[in-house]
């Protein structure tokens, strides 16, 4: 691991592009598909166990085919999907943490400084974004912007593979004091959904926050890499 | 709303694009390498030792165990046979064993016993706690002799689910497993008909429907190919479930 993080040429590591596009994928595929096997049984409990609407916490409504893999409610056929995909998706973060550990990415944009925690500044990125005013001043994310990355890539993308393991029976019996740690099967599989749902907030505040920032060059660079911006 | 239109189109596109391919040859060989991959890393993530299903304590049992798939076998025989307590229920231990054996409900409960709390986790997400008591499968396994080329453990049921024999299978790995169970009692009483009486399989390491109910025998077998319609399961074959139900 380099001592200090070098410059880096491109706005974006060859790394983090295919990382995101995998993504694209295999997330759309895993929350798709996990929309169906959510219809098998549409009740979360918390602790260890659950089966009738007397434990459970949430009753959650049945999905629409058109928001589903596959497109009618078929619990073997989305968990294939869902399997596969786990292994693409899990294999990708573990890929992506280790270049962003190696090229620097999590030091040098990721990770907040303790000043940047201060409230007046806190605020301040809370009012440029509300007036729509992305210049970063020569970092590459705003303070918003790494808790949000670091969030995502930090605790939620994670919990949603330990939770998933934790689910299932032949890996809770290897790593047991996983299931301890979340709180019990039917806590992980809560989390797990609670989780997806806050990726799709994600997904959709990260679209809009394209959408108003020059989609096209955003799209444009996330697929050649683009430059690094003059000032930076 | 023209979004939301738009929205639900892409997604039906999308979807529509899937189901080709969930129906695919190519894309069932990848389920089947996922699926070994999965068993692969579950059992490897043990380094060394045999993973073990979590135990719990009697606090921790649900108040009531509940019963899925089939709750009861529509058959006279069957029903005359709960009449009488299943003082005439025998296990068959057949295929690739040195001596086939039929046991009575007296002998196995004559075996060395293992009591087990654990918890039953069904595919569609549910999980109840109960306590199970039975002799080990490897116990009556050693007993009979198990012969070279014993590749799966077949088990035969009483029920019939949708005019097709219940059946489950399960890898020579899983079937010497100490928590693989022949179970005959839940919570210190005999076996209830919802849960599977007078014999069920306990299989923890994996999902609710590789816990074969009204268990009637085990086979040893060198392919699953032959038997039934070659998946290693009704849900399998019926359904199109995984065989490996660790995940």
Redesign the interface.
């Known amino acids: 691991m380099a001592s200090k993080p070098k410059k880096p040429r491109k706005k974006h590591a060859l790394s983090t592009r295919i990382w995101h596009w995998v993504n694209v994928v295999s997330v759309t595929i895993l929350f798709m598909s996990g929309l169906n096997i959510s219809n098998g049984h549409r009740r979360l409990y918390w602790g260890d166990w659950g089966f009738a609407s007397e434990h459970a916490w949430l009753e959650v409504p049945r999905f629409p085919g058109w928001a589903t893999i596959p497109g009618h409610y078929s619990l073997a056929t989305a968990r294939d999907w869902h399997v596969i995909f786990a292994w693409v998706f899990a294999l990708g973060l573990l890929f992506f943490m280790v270049r962003a550990l190696m090229n620097g990415h999590f030091r040098r944009d990721l990770f907040t400084k303790l000043a940047e925690w201060r409230p007046k500044n806190v605020w301040h990125d809370i009012v440029e974004h509300l007036k729509f005013n992305f210049e970063h001043e020569g970092v590459k994310f705003n303070f918003l912007q790494k808790v949000a990355y670091s969030g995502v890539i930090f605790v939620v993308l994670p919990l949603m593979i330990f939770t998933g393991m934790v689910m299932s029976p032949g890996a809770e019996a290897a790593v047991p004091w996983l299931g301890d740690l979340l709180g019990g099967r039917q806590s992980a599989r809560s989390i797990h959904f609670i989780c997806a749902f806050l990726l799709l907030a994600f997904f959709v505040v990260h679209i809009a926050l394209v959408l108003l920032s020059g989609p096209i060059k955003q799209v444009r660079d996330m697929i050649t890499g683009g430059k690094i911006d003059e000032e930076a | 709303m023209k979004r939301r239109n738009f929205l ?1 189109a892409l ?2 596109t ?3 694009g ?2 080709a391919i ?1 129906d695919s040859k190519i ?1 069932g060989s ?2 089947e390498t ?2 070994n ?3 692969g ?3 490897a ?2 380094v060394g030792r045999i ?4 135990e ?1 304590t009697r606090a ?1 049992i ?1 108040p ?1 165990f ?1 019963g899925n798939g089939s709750l009861e076998v529509d058959s006279d025989a069957y029903r005359a046979s709960a009449a009488n307590g299943f003082a005439d229920w025998r296990l068959s231990i057949t295929g690739l064993v040195d001596n086939e054996l039929s046991l009575s409900m007296d002998e196995i409960r004559a075996l060395p016993q293992r009591t087990q709390i654990t ?1 039953h ?9 109960g306590e199970w008591t039975g002799p080990q499968l490897s116990s009556i396994l050693e007993m009979a002799g198990v012969q070279e080329g014993a590749r799966f453990a077949v088990f035969r049921c009483a029920d019939n689910l949708n005019g097709a024999d219940y059946y489950e299978s399960c890898d020579m790995d899983d079937a010497f497993h100490p928590q693989t169970v022949v179970a005959h009692q839940l919570n210190g009483e005999a076996l209830p008909v919802l849960n599977g009486a007078p014999l069920r399989l306990r299989l ?4 609710g429907y590789k816990h074969a109910k009204y268990l009637t025998g085990v086979e040893l077998v060198a392919s699953l190919d032959d038997i039934e319609g070659g998946r290693g399961g009704y ?1 399998e074959d019926r ?4 065989w ?4």
Request: overall charge neutral; aromatic content about 16%; glycine content about 12%.
């Open positions: 639900v997604g039906a999308f979807v529509a899937c189901d969930s894309f990848l389920v996922a699926g991959w999965h068993r890393i579950h059992r993530l043990g993973t073990m299903a979590p719990f921790d649900s009531f509940r918890r986790d069904c595919v569609e997400g549910w999980s109840a706690i923890e390491r994996q999902l849900w359904a199109g479930y995984q490996y139900a660790g995940i």
